[in-house]
């Protein structure tokens, strides 16, 4: 039996709930706010480039970020659920991203570091010279 297909898009509006479940699913649930509804919502009405990955309609992976679409995007999450994890759906979460900003955008990002080995693989450079305020809260 073959696997459902997966649908890859961009997406105006995600629904908090499935959002906060793919993020418990995928892992990232301790290092993201899943129990503040309010801030989910304006992380998601404030990103401007959201991809998502969908199997049968289901969130199975998402790709939010911030970005001017000229110079810089800013990938704040990159999450696949662990149920569809291995099937190369984060890597073509950051291909579909990097062919909807184009090549005069960079695409950058702050790595748990459980998934530096999944960015390293994919051929993500790491730069020695970021800087960063860490949230307060």
């Not at 479940?21 to 304006?42: C, F, I, K, Q």
């Not at 005069?104 to 459980?114: D, G, Q």
């Not at 970021?130 to 809260?137: A, D, G, M, T």
Request: charged share 20%.
């Amino acid at each position: 039996m073959n696997p459902s297909p997966i649908s890859y898009s961009v997406e105006a509006v995600v629904g908090v709930d499935e959002f906060r479940h793919l993020l418990m699913a995928s892992g990232l649930g301790r290092r993201r706010p899943v129990d503040d509804t309010a801030r989910l919502g304006a992380m998601l009405a404030n990103a401007n480039l959201i991809l998502t990955a969908r199997m049968n309609g289901k969130l199975v992976g998402i790709a939010r970020a911030m970005t001017d679409f000229s110079f810089a995007c800013y990938l704040s999450d990159l999450a696949v659920s662990d149920e569809v994890q291995g099937q190369g759906i984060g890597m073509r979460l950051i291909e579909e991203m990097r062919a909807h900003l184009g090549p005069t955008v960079s695409l950058i990002l702050s790595s748990v570091p459980e998934a530096v080995p999944f960015y390293q693989r994919i051929g993500m450079a790491a730069l020695p010279d970021c800087f960063w305020y860490r949230r307060e809260f």
